[in-house]
T-cell receptor, first 114, second 116 residues
Framework: AQSVTQLGSHVSVSEGALVLLRCNYSSSVPPYLFWYVQYPNQGLQLLLKYTTGATLVKGINGFEAEFKKSETSFHLTKPSAHMSDAAEYFCAVSEVSNTGKLIFGQGTTLQVKP | GAVVSQHPSRVICKSGTSVKIECRSLDFQATTMFWYRQFPKQSLMLMATSNEGSKATYEQGVEKDKFLINHASLTLSTLTVTSAHPEDSSFYIC????????????FGPGTRLTVT
């Protein structure tokens, strides 16, 4: 079975500082990996995804993530945090079957301090 | 990009009544739609997966007779919470996908259900 673990339920950074949100996954086969962002009382917006090919994936709003198979990780980074980045972030892995189900991590709340 | 809408965005109902939530893919045909439930400060819990024209597949622990899902067309799925109780109060989010395994899911904005 696949699973996702997000290390740190709450991350706080200063505006302009590096953002690093950690995600580790468990999968017996090559996974599809996703990062979503959720603003209060809204649905989820896709930041980026990894399916195959280049392991460094660039997404929207300056975010990127690197798929590291040896470490079973897919950490999300952004060089310089902006106040508008404050939100809830979810890492997810796609179940490798015909169902297309997503398995989500517990989520990480990103706080950006002025 | 692909847009998914949900209606209503917010609903308050009395205990014992039923509530229907609609999920529509506005600019693409969704072969599969997913319904999630999210409690405050928590992750999304998949409730069920529905494919157009077939019965929904419910996750373990989700009462199919209480949470009725209908996927009548490639652009519309509905979730009906029957005989709602205060513990059903939650944020319900749908998503739609045009492909199966590995396909990107596009999420609706969510529906806040409050049962009084």
């Amino acid at each position: 079975a696949q699973s996702v673990t997000q290390l740190g339920s709450h991350v706080s950074v200063s505006e302009g500082a590096l953002v690093l949100l950690r995600c580790n996954y468990s999968s017996s086969v090559p996974p599809y990996l996703f990062w979503y962002v959720q603003y209060p009382n809204q649905g989820l917006q896709l930041l980026l995804k990894y399916t195959t090919g280049a392991t460094l994936v660039k997404g929207i709003n300056g975010f990127e993530a690197e798929f590291k198979k040896s470490e079973t990780s897919f950490h999300l980074t952004k060089p310089s945090a902006h106040m508008s980045d404050a939100a809830e972030y979810f890492c997810a892995v796609s179940e490798v079957s015909n169902t297309g189900k997503l398995i989500f991590g517990q989520g990480t709340t990103l706080q950006v301090k002025p | 990009g692909a847009v998914v809408s949900q209606h209503p965005s917010r609903v308050i109902c009395k205990s014992g009544t039923s509530v229907k939530i609609e999920c529509r893919s506005l600019d693409f045909q969704a072969t599969t739609m997913f319904w999630y439930r999210q409690f405050p400060k928590q992750s999304l819990m998949l409730m069920a997966t529905s494919n157009e024209g077939s019965k929904a597949t419910y996750e373990q622990g989700v009462e199919k007779d209480k949470f009725l899902i209908n996927h009548a067309s490639l652009t519309l799925s509905t979730l009906t919470v029957t005989s709602a109780h205060p513990e059903d109060s939650s944020f319900y989010i749908c998503s739609a996908s045009a492909r199966l395994a590995g396909g990107e899911q596009y999420f609706g904005p969510g529906t806040r259900l409050t049962v009084t």
